[in-house]
């Protein structure tokens, strides 16, 4: 299914490694402005009862707004590595709250941890015990978005529903010929439709999807090359040779340069934000029984 998605085929192994870089990372400005983004469209959301896994790309200081979206939910996240996570506000001031009503109860509450789990593996959850799937900036960057789109579907309970972010195909589209001329792969990003299809044909009901793009510009080469670095890695299956050398590394800087708006002053750097929300319905199971209405029953009398 991957290299049948992908024309340039992404790694798993790679993403996981991209992934481990980024989140000790500085929190990059994209993900905390896609992630205000999702909690905005979210907010008419109204899921069944049940617990919200997280799954997708996972920034700490991301997490705590997303977990009082659902307060009050079991809230489970997975990740390539695990990691310590920080402790949402409103736990923090629930415990403070019991602590006072309870003197010796601890006012801190525990902190918890994002659960390691190799990337497009299957979730240690039970059929139909979900309620949520949430996840920002994933699907872009694994190798079999389908298989990922199977395994969230059958987690989740009927009326259970996801909601994720991704790229779209003019992501970075000022960089192509750069890439081009410096030989360098550059990923392909997939359109919104080809997504909604996909969710489709995995059993999702009525996939919703919404496009946006945003442009940044920057005044520097060096700090466009950092935020891209930042916001995409490198999860091709064809690794780039990449700007290890300064040589390279120079090579590039010199192309973006010629990137620059006469006009602004500044090089532009196109985002196409896609965002995307389906629902698991229920089933209703069918039968071989047949109910016909005796009057619609015709034939011939038989003889006496």
């Known amino acids: 299914m991957s290299s049948q998605y992908w024309k340039q085929p992404r790694s798993n192994a790679e993403l996981a490694q991209q992934w481990l870089r980024r989140v000790g990372a500085p929190l ?3 993900l905390e402005e896609v992630n205000k ?66 003197p010796g109860r601890p006012a801190a509450p525990k902190a918890s941890h994002a659960t390691a789990l190799a990337v497009n593996s299957p979730l240690p959850l039970g059929d139909a015990s979900q309620a949520m799937v949430w996840s920002p ?11 990922q789109l199977a395994e969230w579907l059958r987690v989740l309970k009927p009326e259970g529903g996801v909601f994720f972010s991704c790229f779209g195909p003019d992501t970075g589209k000022e960089l192509h010929g750069v890439a081009q001329s410096l030989g360098e792969v550059f990923p392909d990003f997939v359109d919104m439709h080809d997504i909604g299809d996909l969710m489709g044909k995995q059993g999702f009901s009525d996939p919703v999807m919404e496009m946006e793009k945003l442009i940044l510009t920057y005044t520097t080469p060096e700090k466009l090359l950092a935020d891209w670095r930042a916001l995409t890695g490198n999860s091709l299956q064809q690794r780039q040779k990449g700007l290890r050398t300064p040589a390279r590394y120079n ?5 973006l340069e010629g990137l620059r708006n006469a006009e602004t002053g500044r090089i532009p750097l196109t985002l196409e934000l896609v965002y995307g929300h389906a629902w698991k319905v229920k089933r209703v199971a069918k039968t071989d029984i047949a109910t016909v209405k005796v009057s619609d029953i015709k034939g011939r009398r038989g003889s006496k």
Not at 137 to 147: A, I, M, S, Y
Not at 251 to 255: H, Q, V
């Open 137 to 147: 900036l994933w699907l872009h960057g694994v190798e079999d978005p389908g298989q």
């Open 251 to 255: 090579e590039a800087l010199i192309c």
């Open 37 to 102: 983004r999702m909690l905005a469209r979210a907010q008419i959301m109204r899921p069944v009862e049940g617990g919200v896994v997280h799954q997708g790309w996972l920034h700490p200081a991301t997490l705590p707004e997303v977990k009082n979206l659902f307060a009050g939910r079991q809230f489970t996240v997975f990740a390539p590595h695990a990691i310590e996570l920080p402790v949402a506000p409103v736990d923090q001031a629930a415990a403070s709250f019991l602590a006072k009503l309870w």
């Open 28 to 30: 990059p400005f994209i």
